[in-house]
């Protein structure tokens, strides 16, 4: 027994920074930013605290679904920096919705949401779960270094959700890790106050070495693509719709290219979102799904990229009409 999508829901905060917006601050300019990343402009927390977009995105997802709380088997939070250690964010959105189902975050940085799929997949396959609540939720604005221009335009913030319920719909997964701990790097706090604790604080913002990202990116979507397909027993041109991780324009075009897939099947939010790690594919998906382009039956193939070096592909069949 796989999973099917029943709902999915997305919730973005009000605050819109545009490409001109930061070039009043950084040494940078709209037309840098569009041509090396696709970016226009991205949305950014502000008053919101990241639970209110997650709590709001679980409920879109579950009226759509036809689900309550008590019908949640499991809640699963995809997230590199809840609003809270404890509890975790998947918690804030369970009371929320008035479940008593197990909850936790998973941090497998941009490639998030395909974890969640994983796991939530292994929960129904082993009989443990029927209906799963996956939420995405990423404050990159409060991770940055925003004097550094080579990073801090690449980013946005942003809620998503979906629920999946056991029956026909996942044909494949495939998750991978090359592990480094350099070339993508957010430190954490290192203690509060402990008289015992010796190591050196680290600076408290992403360090990343964009161009290494860029060709691991390339690589591993790419691989990640064949080797699901390769499961699933389809081949590249068999998939009726991308949803590639949102995190460049050309890493998305580059990775794509030997497939020779029409673009039109390939799915882009990154004009108006940027690089919102875990949520990019799910608010991609919300947007897509609202506007009606899926339908019964279509292959939707999602992949991603990150922090880790993680990486991993997931396809779906679409089962609503
Ligand atoms: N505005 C203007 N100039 C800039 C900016 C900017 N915002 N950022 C960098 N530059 C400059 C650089 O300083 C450099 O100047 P120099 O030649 O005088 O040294 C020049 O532009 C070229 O820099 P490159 O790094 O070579 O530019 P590149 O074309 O490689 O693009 C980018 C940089 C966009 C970061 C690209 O490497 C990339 O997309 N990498 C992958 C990033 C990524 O996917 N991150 C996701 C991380 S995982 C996660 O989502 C958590």
Same mark, same amino acid.
């Given at each position: 027994m796989s999973f099917y999508i029943a709902g999915t829901g997305s919730a973005l905060p009000e605050k819109v920074v545009t490409n001109d917006d930061l070039a009043k601050f950084l040494d940078t300019s709209d037309e840098w930013i569009r041509t090396r990343t696709g970016i226009s402009r991205r949305h950014v927390l502000t008053t919101e605290r990241l639970q209110d977009l997650a709590i709001r995105s679980a409920k879109i997802a579950m009226e759509e679904a036809g689900v309550s709380g008590a019908d949640l088997d499991l809640i699963l939070c995809a997230t590199m920096r809840a609003d809270t250690f404890t509890p975790s964010l998947a918690c804030?959105?369970?009371?929320?919705?008035?479940?008593r189902a197990?909850?936790?975050d998973l941090n497998a940085a941009c490639v998030g949401?395909?974890?969640?799929?994983?796991? !939530?997949?292994?929960?129904?396959?082993?009989?443990?779960?029927?209906?799963?609540?996956?939420?995405?939720?990423? !404050?990159?604005?409060?991770?940055?270094?925003?004097?550094? &221009?080579?990073?801090?335009?690449?980013? %946005?913030?942003g809620a998503g959700a979906m629920v999946v319920k056991a029956g026909e719909g996942r044909l494949a997964g495939v998750l991978s890790t090359d592990p480094d701990t350099h070339v993508i790097r957010m430190p954490n706090i290192e203690g509060i106050?402990?008289?015992?604790?010796?190591?050196?604080?680290?600076k408290l913002a992403m360090h990343?070495?964009?161009?290494?990202?860029?060709?691991? !990116?390339?690589?591993?979507?790419?691989?990640?693509?064949?080797?699901?397909?390769? &499961?699933?027993?389809?081949?590249?041109?068999?998939?009726?719709w991308y949803?590639?991780?949102?995190?460049?324009? &050309?890493?998305?075009?580059?990775?794509?290219?030997?497939?020779?897939?029409?673009k039109s099947k390939v799915l882009t939010n990154i004009a108006d979102c940027?690089?919102?790690?875990?949520?990019? #594919?799910? #608010?991609?998906?919300?947007?897509y799904a609202k506007k009606g382009i899926f339908h019964k039956g279509d292959k939707l193939l999602f992949v991603a990229? %990150?922090?880790?070096?993680?990486?991993?592909?997931?396809?779906?069949?679409?089962?609503k009409e």
């Open positions: 804030a959105v369970g009371e929320a919705v008035g479940s197990p909850s936790f949401v395909l974890y969640c799929m994983e796991v !939530a997949d292994s929960f129904i396959a082993s009989g443990k779960a029927k209906t799963v609540l996956i939420v995405s939720a990423e !404050a990159m604005s409060k991770l940055l270094d925003w004097t550094d &221009r080579a990073s801090c335009v690449l980013f %946005g913030d106050n402990s008289p015992y604790n010796q190591v050196e604080q680290e990343m070495d964009g161009g290494e990202v860029y060709k691991f !990116a390339v690589n591993a979507m790419g691989h990640n693509i064949e080797e699901v397909c390769k &499961r699933a027993g389809l081949t590249p041109s068999d998939i009726d949803l590639p991780h949102q995190a460049n324009l &050309r890493i998305i075009d580059a990775s794509l290219k030997k497939f020779k897939i029409d940027g690089n919102m790690s875990a949520t990019s #594919v799910m #608010v991609l998906l919300d947007e990229f %990150g922090g880790g070096l993680t990486s991993g592909a997931v396809i779906i069949k679409w089962n």
